[in-house]
């Protein structure tokens, strides 16, 4: 299975940039695609939402409220993601998890998720 780290996370006034890192280490044979979620101050796990995903083959989708501001990108190489976050606005306050999802050996599916990295936007 797949482990992930994220880290980059803070305070940061709005109108302000942040950078998010999530390392993840297992076997990335297994992985079809990695996101970004956030959960929200308040809301429950079941509430967490996407904000953004990659495929492996480097597509990507965004959440509309973050489209034009975030930026998800991959290393391949370093099995890294990113996510770039632009134009930050007191809404997007909240815990920033890593996931990924794919099929080991190609049968079983599986879900990872990070333990998070807080980021919080001041006005």
């Known amino acids: 299975q797949v482990q992930l780290a994220e880290s980059g996370g803070g305070l940061v006034q709005a109108g302000g940039s942040l950078r998010l890192s999530c390392l993840a280490t297992g076997d990335m044979s297994s992985v079809d695609g990695m996101s970004w979620y956030r959960q929200a101050p308040g809301k429950q796990r079941e509430q967490r939402e996407l904000?953004?995903?990659?495929?492996?083959?480097?597509?990507?989708n965004y959440d509309g409220s973050v489209k034009d501001r975030f930026t998800i990108s991959r290393d391949s190489a370093k099995n890294e993601v990113y996510l770039q976050m632009n134009n930050l606005r007191p809404e997007d306050t909240a815990v920033y998890y890593c996931?990924?999802?794919?099929?080991?050996?190609?049968?079983?599916?599986?879900?990872?998720w990070g333990r998070g990295t807080q980021v919080a936007v001041s006005s």
């Open positions: 996931h990924a999802h794919g099929l080991i050996a190609g049968v079983s599916p599986f879900v990872s």
């Open positions: 904000v953004a995903n990659i495929s492996t083959a480097g597509n990507t």
